[in-house]
């Protein structure tokens, strides 16, 4: 009889602990969301304001990382910005309750800049955009121009001059951003 209340008692125990952990809900991010050393992140709102704009110091989800909640209730935009890409999402705040919108999330694919020697290579994955402005500059002089098209990997080789040494610049427009890159041969 002991054995059988001792059984009855553990069980009472177990079930209300197992029913005060199910009153809290923990919404599982995308592992997309997940942040790591040295990304740069910025929140805007709806009309374009940004309101956060900072490097990342520690890895991480997004969520945990930034504190949406205090936000006042609207629809916001998260730009992680990392190395070879920008992810763009949106995420909603109603009565200090985030959601991230899944089905506003898009990538874009920065441009990849090498220099060796005296040639520039400019490699973009056209995933998101199939067109590409290239512009070369010498000293704030410019030294060629061009619009790229294509269907998968964008890819030029520029071949310079050995005897102007000095500073170059490259500017890319693709995906209605502008990425510059600035080297010296």
């Known amino acids: 009889m002991k054995t059988l209340f001792r059984n009855i008692l553990v069980l009472a125990v177990m079930l209300g602990t197992l029913t005060s952990y199910a009153n ?22 709806a009309s374009g304001e940004v309101l956060y704009s900072g490097r990342i110091n520690y890895n991480g989800q997004m969520k945990s990382l930034y ?35 899944e089905t506003s999330n898009k990538k874009i694919f920065k441009p990849v800049f090498r220099s060796k020697d005296s040639q ?10 199939n067109k590409m402005t290239v512009e070369l500059y010498f000293e704030n002089d410019l030294i060629h ?12 080789v520029y071949k310079l001059d050995q005897n102007l040494k000095g500073n170059y610049t490259a500017i890319i427009r693709a995906n209605d951003r502008v990425f510059v890159e600035n080297f010296k041969i």
């Not at 923990?26 to 709102?45: A, F």
């Not at 909640?69 to 999402?89: A, F, M, P, R």
């Not at 121009?145 to 030029?156: V, Y």
């Open 120 to 129: 520039i290579i400019i490699s973009k994955l056209a995933i998101d955009t």
């Open 24 to 45: 809290e809900t923990i919404k599982d991010t995308p592992s997309s969301k997940m942040l790591s050393e040295g990304d740069h992140i910025s929140v805007s709102n």
């Open 67 to 101: 504190d949406f909640s205090q936000l006042e209730n609207g629809i916001y935009t998260v730009e992680v910005n990392k190395d070879y890409e920008i992810e763009i999402n949106s995420v909603q705040v109603k009565n200090h309750l985030v959601t991230f919108l």
């Open 145 to 156: 121009s061009e619009t790229i098209k294509g269907n998968d990997i964008l890819n030029r």
